[in-house]
Nanobody, 121 residues
Framework: QVQVVESGGGLVQPGGSLRLSCAAS?????????MGWYRQAPGNWQRELVA????????NYAESVKGRFTISRDIAQNTVYLQMNNLKSEDTAVYYC?????????????WGQGTQVTVSS
């Protein structure tokens, strides 16, 4: 069983910064294929990709956060971080961390419970 736990959300003024952390753990040793951040804004039923990082170091960002957000990963600790700068009101959402495990040809996605980020003056 794998647990994914996020932390670091909160209330911040426009233009401010926050750093989210996500740790994945479980029984046994895991090497996740990718880890990433998604968000679900108020009134939206769908989660959108914010940023993801693969084990080979390849990174993908949503267009709306490029130049403002930075994702990084500690592979040995199965931890991923999201540094968010110059936050805007439209960044307000619940942010979820996802860890993807690949066993042979089967993919397993593990989600955290989410952490609220509110950008407001």
């Amino acid at each position: 069983q794998v647990q994914v736990v996020e932390s670091g959300g909160g209330l911040v003024q426009p233009g401010g910064s926050l750093r989210l952390s996500c740790a994945a753990s479980g029984n046994g040793r895991f090497s996740f294929y990718s880890m990433g951040w998604y968000r679900q804004a108020p009134g939206n039923w769908q989660r959108e990709l914010v940023a993801s990082i693969i084990s080979d170091g390849n990174i993908n960002y949503a267009e709306s956060v490029k130049g403002r957000f930075t994702i990084s990963r500690d592979i040995a600790q199965n931890t991923v971080y999201l540094q968010m700068n110059n936050l805007k009101s439209e960044d307000t959402a619940v942010y979820y961390c996802k860890a993807k495990l690949v066993v042979v040809t089967t993919e397993y996605d593990y989600w955290g419970q989410g952490t609220q980020v509110t950008v407001s003056s």
